[in-house]
Nanobody
Framework: QVQLVESGGGLVQAGGSLRLSCAAS????????MGWYCQAPGKQRELVAL???????QYAASVKGRFTISRDNAKNTVYLQMNSLKPEDTAVYYC?????????WGQGTQVTVSA
């Protein structure tokens, strides 16, 4: 079993930066892709960024050029560097890991961007 623990959320002013971290533990050899999703109140959970085990990345159009996802396979950790934050980035951010036969989610971390 894989467990995911996120850290790094918080309150920041528009234009500021935050860095999210997600550490995986357990059967980490089974993890393929890792990434981040977000869910704002009243909205569906949506992809923010994804990184494969080999380092290929994918971003939502709304965050391209502002957010950077990275992954340290030795530490089983994925990061999301969020720059130039906007109030519309406010959401709960969930870490995600795709295993060979299952998907895992973290507990979520709140990111709030004030105008």
């Amino acid at each position: 079993q894989v467990q995911l623990v996120e850290s790094g959320g918080g309150l920041v002013q528009a234009g500021g930066s935050l860095r999210l971290s997600c550490a995986a533990s357990g059967s980490t050899l089974s993890i393929r892709d890792m990434g981040w999703y977000c869910q704002a109140p009243g909205k569906q959970r949506e992809l923010v960024a994804l990184v494969t085990r080999g380092g290929s990345t994918q971003y939502a159009a709304s965050v391209k050029g502002r957010f950077t996802i990275s992954r340290d396979n030795a530490k089983n950790t994925v990061y999301l560097q969020m720059n130039s934050l906007k109030p519309e980035d406010t959401a709960v951010y969930y870490c995600y890991a795709r295993e060979l036969l299952d998907n895992k989610w973290g507990q979520g971390t709140q990111v709030t961007v004030s105008a």
